[in-house]
């Protein structure tokens, strides 16, 4: 498998290029029996598409998908589910010029380097286009997850630029272009935004995504572990360039004493684990933490060279994201759920017959801080 | 596959407990031909073992490592290379305590919840011991990746606890026991080492990773992207949280005409990308760093709950490192390299054939800085 | 991956269901840079269709493969080539008694004790319908084969029910409806096939398929050898009950003296192996044969239970092939290409500078007989 | 992997060659809490191994397993599960001479094409004695299949050269050296043995494999079907150059109301199937029979090249079995078991919701064949 298919008992295998005639991948591995249609999958595919508000590329794609197999009357029979977006918005003009130079920070370079050809239309296999599949294929996973598990898996948006989000809750992450999850932070946002795409420069941005309600228990040692695996699949994702499980990078200057969560028969008093102890869950939140570089297209002029290795100069004048990071939480939560359920196949494959021989810590540590005296209130996932 | 066998083509299979008979590897897929001893694996597993300064585990572990197959009259034969490496030194009786309460920080009740039974002898399948079979497996990776392509990886310690450890060069990397790239620092760091083993806490680190020579193509699209890869194992590596690759979290501060490495014919102008882009190689340094937490386990006492689910405190005197990242170097090194050459084979099996039809961009950046006026001199892989 | 993913560098993920909206596949890894167009597949497709004789199913589907990706100005890129196969003929109110009562000698009652559901229209997963994909895929697996080796893979009826076909040439088998390789013995066929459907009942068939031009090298040893992967593909066609290499069962009743390939300096005396040794290929012609049971889709009434467990009685009025070993020729050519194909690309990953250190015994076995005093002129493969 | 692992979820990764220090496997995914010690195992490799009758090869190897990792307190712990045989009786003097010529039959030519290198002792790699690891592993395999489902895994000698076995009970099976399912006709056996080993020629044998208790339902569609899983493994041991399903080569003649097995509320009315249809097990016994070559390690002279090329004559001295397939019973049943206890892990992973929906169709035949008026009697599987 080069490259394009993902997991090893629910896998996703995708296909497509940014301006194609279609993009769309092969679900295998669902458990039979659940309810599942278009509906289902389109509101994911909707908050990740493009065009949704002016902080973000005008570029027009529907994103309609259809189910081309794998459900018969309206449930999953555990045979492929094929996935279909047809490519809609195709302008192909746009893209002349870096068919011959090659745009500093992108793959233009890389992919023609490897393969010796490229599809230079729209980033080709390496535009974040490219995500939308898996959007898709996670819709499917997280709805398994919710009815089988009682697992949510959400994300937002911590940080854009130099300017950190303070989390507030979660209810505004649905209701605003970022994803922040702190409504009264959305106007410096937009005006951030504005001056931004009005500087023809672009910005990184941090997301944060949490699992809750994953059982302990999922994941698997050394080389299949559940922290292992969701870095992977985040760093994978366009314009990643780091991952942090919990205290992340935090936890070089923390103390043992600081670092490693207590336990009490209530349980855990602090999760800078981030619900990941030797790369299988704790039972408490998963907290994972990415940053997303600055968008590589942008309109002011860069050195570069063709790809007769002259100098030139390139300005991208395509319609692309200021940020990518605003439309980076559906894509990362879609990851985290395509690795959960993957691992959950996985545990029960081999663990089905162990015995509840642990009382069971309770993961969720409410009490346990009552119980140390901490404060309740904290809704920040990180501080958990 | 449960998580003990790394990688697509050159393969490592793990088995072992910290405390059983023996640890070692299967290594499947190495090109044949190659000469071969237990002299060249030897080395790489003394600089990863315990006692070798006081500011390591006291445990003591001749790691000497055993070639059962696949070498034949000192070659590779192309059939798997099994390594034997013997436990020397089993001491149970230290860990009578951890086998009814849990460590806080430790994989002792994830391993419960998931198994309902577990080895706690030295902390048993999640040891830091089993990255010993790593280790060597990745000596074998290294020789071909230095042989074949020129490949060196190199890695130091970067940040000791709150202490940052400027990168000075890579002499004095191999002639002290941090591993840090900077003779003059060394002795504060003995200080802070001796100061933080009294108090009985521990403290976490930053550790680099460097990969010169690596030529571009090497990694596959999506899912299968070399710096997913990367994550992938890094993350996997005992007590990692977080992994960058280039400007990792800095990324998000900056802004695209910042971030975006221009190109000139004479190489890269700057290497935020970290030597990646779009998942493949670039032909510069692949430039990683991790962040590894404080060691779980340490002398103080910690509130915890017995397999019974009943409050306890727990303190754990057995021989442990005050800070895991000092050891992690090699490591970190080793997974580099057997992500490489995994990532080496699979280039050539698909792209085996692809002309030379681009004109290469001198990966190193020495003369594009000298055109660019940049100082030539930094040896910081992250400035490079 | 669920069963639906064959091949681990050149893979082909299918989906689809035999009357629903689509079926097809997607290829991964296949080498970039070769010319590849909808015409390059669809000859082969339409070697397999129904309705191309009174022999063979009269349902009508035009089979028209459509490319959605991974092809850029009519060269392949690299990445993954998505094939669309759109079902015309759909009427599932043929379908509409399986529904209820189990097919004897079908998948039916196995797909709702595994699943609890299942697509009953046309078979649904299980039809051989889904064997179109593969073959699309493998006309793409086959023209790389043909233009990087001079690989040539063929195959042809040797078996009709109880009679044998015996092998005059290659040339006739692509001009009668039945593929078998002896003009004159096919007006025999047609009237057996005659007598049969209008019996209403179905036999069974032997289809032999060769592999010509295959260098020594390819396979691997144990669980990856080549003969192990051939086998596992033929046996997963539909229908297929056994499978031979070489003289295959033949050889139980063989002296070593006399099933042992001799070796001369101008070739093997003979090919009982198959042109296959201890997995790995011997340069010869790999020559594999399979038992294709009869038809269970049959007219005459059968005992059977409905899906309560009551006694039924089924008979089966759907257009079906009385005998489908008469469309699996390209079918069984298709997979043998798949695997070569993929151990051509495993081997290159390992040993592509595995120096032609030994010197070649030529493969073609036609000077050997000479000098052993063979006759020259028998082109069956199976006495080659 | 390059070919030394089997399975996807219950893995085995075998290393070593028949003259080196040591050979042994890697088992990884068995479910925890299972008891077990060396002692389930030995007497799986004790069947197998040389030496116990003067029918078979006399070198002396004890095939002693020592358990490495994987189990504590008697019971598997989920993690990795290393096995190693150490080599006992290395005569490498014996093999000089195949060092530089090749042995008609033999791996030897198509090794050294492959990897430009090989280690001749004793066949090194592509030794029958590297079946050992299998036939540990598998025992850890059986054990759970029989404690967990119930499964029996048993194989007998159906045939041997041109003898054919009719099968009278299961009894004799391990009462002779030949595991022929018949008493009576072990004289006639050892004549024959006696007259073949004298002449210094090796036969070919055919075994036939019956695994019962298999419930309804493990196999994947299309490319990871049971059948085709079965196959793979089959055609995967030393010498086999035939697997069939059920009727396999009688499938060819029969028409469809012959083949077809008939279900009635009572059970299937026969097994031509050999309980798998569509690539998923029936309930009913799986029944699978491999032809094996003559052994090619023979006294008689026979023509072969050198490694130069020239001509030459090679006659192999070793000590080698007259015929590989009487010591292959247990080898069969072991790759069988293997296959059996992965599907069995696969299915659960994505199947273990479905509900019992379908009131299953009792798999033991016996009174289906009562109300069909069939005698009961009959033992033999291959007639079920």
Known sequence: MSGNTLGMLFTVTTFGESHGPAIGCVVDGCPPGMELAEADIQPD????????????????????????????????????????????DQRPKDYAKIATSFRPGHADYTYLRKYGIRDPRGGGRSSARLTAPAVAAAAIAKKWLREKHGVEVRGYL?????????????????????????????PELESFMDALRKSGDSCGARINVVASGVPSGWGEPLYGRLDADIAQVMMGINAVKGVEIGAGFRSIEQLGTEHSDEMTPEGFLSNNAGGILGGIST??????SIAIKPTSSIRLPRRTIDIEGHAATIETHGRHDPCVGIRATPIAEAFLALVLIDHALRHRAQNADVAERVKRVPAQAKKAKAAAGKKLEDPDPLEA
């Open 45 to 88: 595919l909707d908050r990740r598409k493009p065009g949704t508000s002016r902080h973000v590329t005008q570029r027009h794609e529907d994103d309609k998908v259809e189910i081309l197999s794998g459900v018969y009357e309206g449930r999953t029979t555990g045979t492929p589910i094929a996935l279909l977006i047809r490519n809609v």
């Open 158 to 186: 911590a940080q854009l630029g130099k300017k950190a989000i303070p989390f507030k809750s979660w209810e505004p992450v649905y209701d605003n272009p970022f994803f922040a999850p702190n409504a009264a932070i959305v």
């Open 283 to 288: 039972g408490q939140d998963i907290v994972v």
